[in-house]
């Protein structure tokens, strides 16, 4: 089993920057694909960004590809996601997850493992 704890949300203006954090608990991995995904009120889930642990492999929606940076501190078990530029319609709960094996998808079906949520939300 893995718990996720996501921290970091709040309240930015458009244009600003905020970083998420997302620590790592309980079963040790070190091969597991983990991704970041959002809600914004009455949308379903999308994927965001995802990253290889192993390899530190990224992959972005095209939505935020050039504006958010996701990465991983392994010594800390830690996913980030530094958010620049950001703006109203990036308002939104934000999830991190992980998968139970390698690789990098864009499929929330293939998470096994999700953290409560942070609310991020972008003022105009």
């Known amino acids: 089993q893995v718990q996720l704890v996501e921290s970091g949300g709040g309240l930015v203006q458009a244009g600003g920057s905020l970083r998420l954090s997302c620590a790592a608990s309980g079963r040790t991995f070190s091969r597991n694909g983990m991704g970041w995904f959002r809600q914004a009120p009455g949308k379903p889930r999308e994927f965001v960004a995802g990253?290889?642990?192993?390899?530190?492999?990224?992959y972005y929606a095209s939505s935020v590809r050039g504006r958010f940076t996701i990465s991983r501190d392994s010594a800390k078990k830690t996913l980030y996601l530094q958010m620049d530029s950001l703006r109203p319609e990036d308002t939104a709960v934000y999830y991190c997850?992980?998968?139970?094996?390698?690789?990098?998808?864009?499929?929330?079906?293939?998470?096994?493992?999700w953290g409560q949520g942070t609310q991020v939300t972008v003022s105009s």
């Open positions: 990253i290889s642990w192993i390899s530190g492999s990224t």
């Open positions: 997850a992980a998968r139970d094996t390698t690789g990098l998808v864009a499929n929330e079906g293939l998470y096994a493992y």
